[in-house]
């Protein structure tokens, strides 16, 4: 039932029917227009930099499960109007871009919205109060808290504009401010007890205990079974505040390590850096360094390269982790090789000038722990190395040589080609004060 039609049916049932038989009841006088006014409210939790709604996170599935068992208790009663607006408001904590954290508060009041519509079907009005970094709220918790430095916390909070600007250019204001107070011990102490307050989305709906008139009324009515929802009573409307668990990895991330296993599985040690850049974006670096012959001399891995690449991630970036999901890339590359391989190659050895390549990459990453991930890539283009064959000589008058046949003959690999292939091990490390909440 819709709220517009539930506000209808609850004000307007007035007869209770019992068995077959005529009865006759007298309702209650009536005081005023309306007996109370009540609100019911779901406070959701965040963790840093996030505004998907975790179930398992801080307390968010005991406040999720009693809202909407006292909200289904309440579409029940006789003579209970609900409003048809529903108020949204959301907030994040202060670290970070104040543009970005002001993104992130939509969001996450974007998330409790659909979190309400999913529950209920419902053509209700949400009005949506955004507050972005909760400066006022932050004032609130500092007076009532037992943090040291907290009387300089809140002059600062009060006499110190957000942003000073200079010649264009931002030069200072509250958050540096606040960032430097006792050298960053008090901004340390209010990431680790405050700051997870701020990370919050809150709904609240409206309902009325109406009274009914004056009168006598005789029904006389065949036995009709009363519905079972007009027996459920309201839960008491108290609003949540319970403290939310701040996560081990609280923090914004910093950078990604990974190796790709593919070219370990052949000895070719390799390592590399992503870092993000916004929600977004990310550049990834990785660097090719095996370099090791056998004692017999016929066997050769050595090369030293690397690649450099841009990665635009894909999808609704609110609902995934840092780094996860599709990609698509632009990546270029560059080094030199000598590889022989024993008696798979009769002894033959081929030996790379400096090669250069690029091209597009894509690609999918998904989380396998806390803080691991496994990514798998493919990148097509544009790849050229001049090259030369040789043969090991063994036991000549200069030891073991690598003889380039007569007459010495250079080649070209060029073309288009399949120059990338990863499926690389991610561990992604984080800050410890934190990033953009």
Same mark, same amino acid.
């Given at each position: 039932?819709?709220?517009?039609?539930?506000?209808?049916?609850?004000?307007?049932?007035? %007869?209770?029917?019992?068995?077959?038989?005529?009865?006759?009841?007298?309702?209650?006088?009536?005081?005023?227009?309306?007996?109370?006014?009540?609100?019911?409210?779901?406070?959701?939790?965040? #963790?840093?930099?996030?505004?998907?709604?975790?179930?398992?996170?801080?307390?968010?599935?005991? =406040?999720?499960?009693?809202?909407?068992?006292?909200?289904?208790?309440?579409?029940?009663?006789?003579?209970?109007?609900?409003?048809?607006?529903?108020?949204?408001?959301?907030?994040?904590?202060?670290?970070?871009?104040?543009?970005?954290?002001?993104?992130?508060?939509?969001?996450?009041?974007?998330?409790?919205?659909?979190?309400?519509?999913?529950?209920?079907?419902?053509?209700?009005?949400?009005? %949506?109060?955004?507050?972005?970094?909760?400066?006022?709220?932050?004032?609130?918790?500092?007076?009532?808290?037992?943090?040291?430095?907290?009387?300089?916390?809140?002059?600062?909070?009060? =006499?110190?504009?957000?942003?000073?600007?200079?010649?264009?250019?931002?030069?200072?204001?509250?958050? #540096?401010?606040?960032?430097?107070?006792?050298?960053?011990?008090?901004?340390?102490?209010?990431?680790?007890?405050?700051?997870?307050?701020?990370?919050?989305?809150?709904?609240?709906?409206?309902?009325?205990?109406?009274?009914?008139?004056?009168?006598?009324?005789?029904?006389?009515?065949?036995?009709?079974?009363?519905?079972?929802?007009?027996?459920h009573t309201v839960q008491p409307a108290v609003p949540v505040t319970a403290t939310p668990a701040v996560p081990d990895d609280a923090g914004k991330p910093l950078f990604a390590v990974k190796?790709?296993?593919?070219?370990?599985?052949?000895?070719?040690?390799?390592?590399? %850096?992503?870092?993000?850049?916004?929600?977004?974006?990310?550049?990834?670096?990785?660097?090719?360094?095996?370099?090791?012959?056998?004692?017999?001399?016929?066997?050769?891995?050595?090369?030293?390269?690397?690649?450099?690449?841009?990665?635009?991630?894909?999808?609704?970036?609110?609902?995934?982790?840092?780094?996860?999901?599709?990609?698509?890339?632009?990546?270029?590359?560059?080094?030199?090789?000598?590889?022989?391989?024993?008696?798979?190659?009769?002894?033959?050895?081929?030996?790379?000038?400096?090669?250069?390549?690029?091209?597009?990459?894509?690609?999918?990453?998904?989380?396998?722990?806390?803080?691991?991930?496994?990514?798998?890539?493919?990148?097509?283009?544009?790849?050229?190395?001049?090259?030369?064959?040789?043969?090991?000589?063994?036991?000549?008058?200069?030891?073991?040589?690598?003889?380039?046949?007569?007459?010495?003959?250079?080649?070209?690999?060029?073309?288009?080609l399949p120059s990338k292939l990863e499926v690389s091990l991610v561990w992604l490390l984080h800050s410890k004060k934190g990033g953009k909440q």
């Amino acid at each position: 039932m819709s709220v517009r039609g539930l506000i209808v049916y609850s004000t307007t049932i007035l %007869i209770f029917v019992f068995s077959g038989t005529a009865f006759s009841k007298t309702v209650s006088e009536e005081m005023n227009n309306t007996l109370s006014s009540d609100s019911l409210s779901l406070q959701i939790f965040f #963790k840093t930099s996030r505004s998907d709604i975790d179930p398992s996170f801080s307390n968010n599935k005991e =406040n999720i499960s009693r809202f909407f068992t006292s909200l289904d208790s309440i579409y029940g009663i006789p003579r209970v109007s609900i409003d048809s607006v529903v108020l949204v408001s959301s907030s994040a904590s202060p670290e970070g871009a104040t543009r970005t954290n002001d993104t992130l508060s939509r969001r996450r009041a974007a998330a409790a919205e659909a979190l309400f519509r999913t529950h209920c079907k419902t053509d209700a009005i949400f009005r %949506i109060r955004t507050v972005g970094e909760d400066w006022q709220t932050l004032s609130a918790l500092l007076r009532t808290s037992n943090l040291k430095g907290k009387e300089t916390a809140l002059k600062i909070i009060g =006499n110190t504009p957000r942003f000073i600007i200079d010649r264009g250019r931002i030069v200072g204001g509250r958050k #540096k401010s606040m960032m430097d107070l006792q050298g960053g011990k008090v901004w340390r102490e209010m990431n680790k007890h405050i700051f997870p307050l701020l990370r919050q989305a809150t709904l609240t709906i409206y309902y009325t205990r109406h009274a009914a008139e004056e009168k006598t009324v005789t029904v006389v009515e065949e036995k009709v079974e009363e519905p079972d929802t007009l027996t459920h009573t309201v839960q008491p409307a108290v609003p949540v505040t319970a403290t939310p668990a701040v996560p081990d990895d609280a923090g914004k991330p910093l950078f990604a390590v990974k190796t790709n296993l593919l070219a370990d599985a052949a000895t070719l040690v390799n390592i590399g %850096i992503e870092v993000p850049i916004g929600e977004r974006y990310s550049v990834a670096g990785m660097l090719y360094f095996p370099w090791w012959s056998s004692k017999a001399n016929d066997i050769t891995i050595q090369m030293f390269g690397g690649t450099l690449e841009g990665r635009y991630w894909l999808g609704d970036r609110s609902r995934k982790e840092t780094m996860t999901g599709f990609f698509a890339g632009i990546y270029g590359g560059a080094g030199y090789f000598d590889f022989q391989l024993g008696n798979l190659s009769n002894d033959e050895g081929v030996q790379g000038d400096f090669y250069v390549m690029g091209g597009l990459s894509a690609g999918y990453a998904h989380v396998i722990g806390k803080r691991l991930r496994m990514e798998y890539s493919l990148g097509m283009g544009y790849l050229r190395s001049d090259y030369r064959k040789y043969k090991s000589a063994k036991g000549t008058k200069y030891g073991d040589i690598k003889a380039v046949g007569y007459p010495w003959e250079e080649k070209r690999i060029s073309g288009f080609l399949p120059s990338k292939l990863e499926v690389s091990l991610v561990w992604l490390l984080h800050s410890k004060k934190g990033g953009k909440q």
